[in-house]
């Protein structure tokens, strides 16, 4: 459904400055910008202890660290971390994704062409085909792939050695992942939504690579509005440099933020025009709520999966929209960043 959404999103030239997904375009962008080391990565402070520990014991050990899965929203560094992970233990990474594997003998191709101690990053590997996912679940755990050859009764089924390795998952929905899968994994991180401050460290770091001035009230600024997502911040970062230097004097300081920002829609608290048509609508049209989903999307002119996971999750999250048995129903804070005054009955529009 998410994929849907984003797709939907494309289709109407519509692609969103405060999305959390990139396609190609946007990861060739941000493939400059990534920290090297664990060291060199900003915020996740717990998730990376853990596998720093996890790492250095392996590599005093002098054998491959435990298998990885990185779990969160998207936009938050998974990648990242899987080309750290790498990068720390000496080795390659060998780059493949979960809709990338449709049969068994597609990962087999993969697995047989290992090397001792190579990482293998799969993303999105809660979208890995069954026959693909129970011939993984032998190879994490056995090293041993199991080729059939022949077909029919006649078919038989030759076992071949891997190399040890290192998987690393990565998923932005973890509970879709099959409880064997998820147990073979020696270690889990998940990691979580950065603050502010995290935002600023991100953004002077990327704008120091990028070899732009940025003031420190323009990476507040930034940082305010990027939905606690580092791959927002640094999209954000590059549109304010674009405004910078075709409008302004080059100086990325409080002013260019602000009239970049403006120009792109992204408002003070990082919403959009389909994050604040929904707000509207909730709010004008609707009186608050309760109202069901389609209806909400209709109204904004929008697909009711677009609504649903594209505007919804940060809206819910932040506190602007409530979900309830009868519908959806506008906050306190969603009528006061309208600037508009909730109706006396408000609080009765949360009850079932």
Excluded at 117 to 138: K, M, N, Q, T, W
Excluded at 261 to 274: A, C, K, N
Aim: charged share 25%; proline share 6%.
């Amino acid at each position: 459904m998410a994929e849907l959404a984003r797709d939907e999103e494309r289709d109407l030239g519509t692609e969103r400055l405060v999305t959390a997904s990139a396609d190609d375009v946007e990861r060739a962008a941000e493939a400059a910008l990534r920290p090297r080391r664990l060291d060199e990565f900003v915020g996740q402070h717990v998730v990376r202890e853990q596998l720093s520990l996890v790492l250095e014991a392996a590599t005093s050990r002098g054998a491959p660290p435990d298998h990885v899965l990185l779990s969160g929203p998207p936009g938050l560094g998974k990648t990242t971390l899987a080309m750290i992970v790498a990068a720390e233990l000496g080795s390659s990474l060998r780059v493949t994704s979960g809709p990338a594997i449709q049969h068994a003998g597609d990962l087999a191709a993969v697995l047989s062409s290992l090397e001792e101690g190579e990482v293998l990053f799969l993303d999105e590997i809660h979208r890995l085909a069954r026959p693909a996912e129970e011939l993984l679940y032998v190879a994490m755990e056995d090293f041993r792939v199991d080729v059939v050859v022949g077909k029919g009764a006649g078919a038989s089924a030759i076992p071949l050695a891997l190399p040890p390795f290192t998987v690393v998952g990565a998923t932005t929905r973890a509970g879709l992942l099959p409880a064997p899968l998820r147990d073979r994994f020696g270690f889990t991180g998940h990691l979580d939504y950065y603050s502010s401050s995290e935002l600023e460290k991100v953004l002077h770091r990327s704008a120091r690579l990028l070899d732009v001035p940025l003031a420190a009230d323009a990476a507040a600024e930034i940082a305010r509005r990027s939905r606690g997502t580092p791959r927002i911040a640094n999209r954000l970062l590059r549109r304010v440099r674009d405004w910078a230097q075709v409008r302004g004097d080059g100086r990325l300081d409080l002013a260019a933020a602000r009239a970049a920002l403006e120009v792109y829609e992204v408002d003070p608290i990082g919403l959009d025009r389909l994050d604040r048509a929904v707000l509207d609508a909730l709010c004008r049209r609707f009186g608050g709520g309760p109202v069901g989903l389609g209806t909400l999307a209709m109204t904004v002119g929008e697909e009711a999966e677009t609504v649903e996971t594209v505007a919804e999750p940060y809206l819910v999250r932040e506190g602007y929209v409530a979900r309830t048995p009868r519908g959806r129903v506008a906050t306190p804070a969603a009528w006061s960043h309208l600037g508009l005054e909730p109706p006396a009955d408000q609080p009765a529009l949360f009850r079932a």
